[in-house]
């Protein structure tokens, strides 16, 4: 099922979705679950499999899925898309850059990564002033308001059409020549053994550069990141200050996070009457 923070919900048969709306619900449960049914898409979504199944060949010929007998299921491909991945928990990713862009001084000096929870925070930043944002993401510039004072450094390297970014030699080595920044950077995956992880070696590679080079580093995650690591490790947690989520990790990971003086920033919890703590997150955020 959908994740609390996704805009859209599952919530029957009465529920009317646009034509977009219910093949994005659909993309997004292909890409959480691997492989879906067109009868059970049927029943959750309200429509008649033939509805469905039209849906379906259409983001097959967008080459976004892949049709298989009785569903589809995600492309066997090493990485998804920018775009598909996107859509992924895409509430939830707004809440973080929400609130890593409230954190954001003026004058501050910030590498943001490729990424799509830190794509997120870019259109949090247009009450900002003067700040010097390094970037590898053809995307992420043009996302980025014009605000007053605005600098943008643009890495380098081998440009990657699907995801609009740079990567390889040629970025590491501007970085090589940057000091002084704050690394905002994401990941597919975290590992309390193992530290921050991706599932493309390229980025991981970059991003860890882009880590050793800053004076501090903040990640950005929705909390599906807790729950399992990807292949390519980025950093390990010592290099690390803070944490900023959409909603308070397990106490298991509290305590790991905490043992380390990193911060860890999320959504408050509302108060109810008798001054005890709903269990619902205020998903407002930290003001």
């Not at 970085?175 to 690394?183: E, I, P, S, V």
């Not at 490790?233 to 106490?251: F, G, Y």
Request: charge should be negative; hydrophobic fraction near 40%.
């Amino acid at each position: 099922m959908l994740t609390s923070c996704n805009f859209f919900d599952w919530t029957g048969a009465n529920m009317k979705y646009t034509t977009t709306q219910r093949r994005d619900l659909i993309l997004q449960e292909v890409l959480d679950k691997t492989y879906v049914k067109v009868n059970e898409l049927s029943e959750e979504i309200g429509v008649s499999e033939a509805t469905i199944r039209r849906d379906l060949k259409t983001l097959a010929d967008s080459n976004q899925i892949k049709l298989v007998y009785g569903g589809a299921e995600h492309l066997r491909v090493s990485d998804y898309s920018f775009r598909a991945k996107s859509r992924r928990n895409l509430e939830c990713k707004k809440i973080v850059g929400k609130l890593a862009a409230d954190l954001i001084a003026d004058d501050e000096q910030i590498f943001i990564d490729s990424g799509t929870t830190c794509f997120q925070m870019a259109s949090y930043l247009r009450t900002k002033r003067s700040l010097t944002a390094i970037v590898n993401s053809a995307r992420l510039v043009m996302e980025l308001p014009n605000l007053p004072g605005l600098n943008i450094i643009m890495l380098g390297g081998r440009y990657r059409p699907d995801r609009m970014d740079t990567i390889g030699p040629l970025a590491t080595s501007t970085l090589d020549q940057l000091r002084g920044y704050t690394a905002i950077v994401g990941a597919d995956g975290l590992s309390m053994d193992f530290g921050l992880t991706a599932s493309d070696m390229e980025s991981a590679f970059l991003f860890r550069q882009a880590v050793i080079n800053a004076s501090s580093t903040w990640l950005l995650v929705d909390h599906t990141k807790f729950l399992t690591p990807s292949l390519f490790k980025i950093v390990s947690w010592e290099a690390v200050s803070r944490v900023v989520t959409d909603k308070l990790p397990s106490p298991q990971w509290v305590e790991f996070l905490s043992s380390r003086n990193i911060e860890i920033v999320h959504p408050q919890e509302p108060r109810d009457d008798s001054g005890n703590a709903d269990d619902d997150h205020d998903l407002k955020g930290q003001e």
